[in-house]
């Protein structure tokens, strides 16, 4: 609906996460963005109003004479600060729009609603975080939507098998992947899901593509680029990065996204004004703290790997020439990024004496964040899920997950080792 500058292509994102998408001019030349606290907006006339009205109903097309570019109506609908945030995280993903929500789980909630009906199939990568499991599982088909999951580490066979049943290929609507997955960092290959998607699409049902990038994303990974319809976050993680707000998002092509924010602005799942400018502060260190989190995992998988009461790691950054998943790696990720999942010996048991003891490391869910956080996945972020669907991916008693956050890992592989040594 509005128009806007397209972003300097002689620039890299890193540089336009400073300016893009804010005019200074129209806050008193302010350097940062103002927090636009209002709900409502005022019309230079009422010719104005009408015509805005119309267009963000889609009782008409805007006409070319028209731009509506700072034009507002009501924050539910957007707001400026939404919309600064909205433009630079299209930067990152190269998509033409974004709709910024209130957590991660709104915005696959809505998406997912905005875009499946009843008797719709939802084809999806397991395992998947907890409440993503549990929303397609047991809210969906309250819904009449039918979820069909496909473990990750079977790949392409995987995905066939669960298609040779005709009433889940004929009625296919979307595939969903999470990819590295949450928490053991097995992948889809995206390229080969749109490929699935476009072959099953028909001229009066089009099967979409949406990939949870929140692992990797926007950095290590682009979707997008590999063929994906849609991209989802949970903007709390990386894109936040400071354990202060939630926050997700959705993208893609901007027809897309136009429905996206329809439901969004019918339902009122967007995100307060405050807490777009907190991420948009974010997003002007993101590469800085991404990195620094990549390379900091690095040196704490080499000492798990090496260490005797792990019994295995699961790391992107480990994956050998002969392992299946290394082909996928090599074709559409950037780098290995931050997160580390971890098999110690002796269980649960044990499992809970490494957490106990941690000092530097804090024993808490979520990701992303410039600390470093420590969680045992089968109790707290996959407990929802059945626990036969949980071993089958792998998510053992044994199982700790590791989001390094930026400290020296030195200090983080010294508090590792004393937690380690209080393992029986």
Request: proline share 6%; with cysteine; glycine share 8%.
């Amino acid at each position: 609906m509005k128009t806007h500058q397209p972003p300097n292509p002689t620039m890299h994102p890193e540089s336009l996460m400073m300016r893009h998408g804010y005019d200074p001019t129209l806050a008193s030349h302010s350097v940062k963005p103002p927090i636009y606290m209002t709900s409502t907006f005022s019309f230079p006339s009422a010719e104005v109003g009408k015509a805005y009205g119309e267009v963000i109903n889609n009782l008409r097309p805007q006409q070319p004479d028209e731009d509506f570019s700072n034009t507002y109506i009501y924050s539910r609908e957007t707001n400026p600060n939404l919309e600064i945030l909205e433009r630079r995280l299209c930067v990152w993903d190269g998509a033409e729009d974004c709709a910024v929500f209130e957590s991660g789980m709104a915005a696959i909630g809505f998406t997912l609603l905005q875009f499946l009906s009843p008797g719709d199939v939802l084809l999806h990568g397991e395992p998947s975080y907890g409440c993503t499991d549990y929303f397609t599982k047991r809210i969906l088909t309250r819904f009449g939507i039918r979820p069909v999951g496909f473990r990750l580490l079977d790949g392409e066979a995987g995905i066939a098998a669960a298609l040779r049943d005709p009433a889940v290929a004929a009625h296919l609507k979307m595939i969903y992947i999470e990819t590295p997955c949450n928490p053991s960092n097995a992948m889809a290959d995206i390229g080969y899901c749109a490929q699935v998607a476009r072959a099953h699409s028909t001229a009066d049902r089009q099967v979409l593509l949406a990939v949870d990038n929140t692992f990797l994303g926007p950095l290590f990974q682009r979707p997008l680029a590999h063929g994906a319809d849609l991209v989802l976050y949970s903007a709390t993680k990386y894109i936040g990065g400071h354990s202060d707000v939630i926050a997700g998002a959705c993208l893609g092509r901007a027809e897309l996204i136009g429905q996206v924010k329809l439901m969004r602005g019918m339902l009122g799942g967007m995100p307060s004004p405050h807490t777009a400018w907190l991420l948009t502060r974010s997003l002007e260190t993101l590469k800085l703290r991404m990195t620094a989190s990549m390379e900091g995992a690095r040196r704490v998988a080499d000492f798990l790997a090496d260490h005797p009461k792990v019994e295995r790691v699961y790391y992107l950054g480990h994956l050998r020439d002969d392992d299946p998943q290394f082909a996928i790696y090599r074709k559409q990720c950037l780098a290995p990024g931050g997160m580390i999942s971890f098999d110690v010996r002796g269980g649960e048991e044990q499992a809970f004496r490494f957490l106990n003891a941690l000092r530097l490391f804090h024993l808490a869910v979520s990701l992303g964040g410039n600390e470093s956080l420590a969680e045992h996945p089968a109790t707290l972020t996959h407990a929802e899920v059945d626990l036969e669907d949980r071993l089958d991916g792998g998510i053992t008693s044994s199982m700790i997950r590791l989001s390094i956050g930026i400290e020296h890992p030195e200090d983080l592989i010294a508090d590792l080792r004393q937690a380690l040594d209080a393992v029986l």
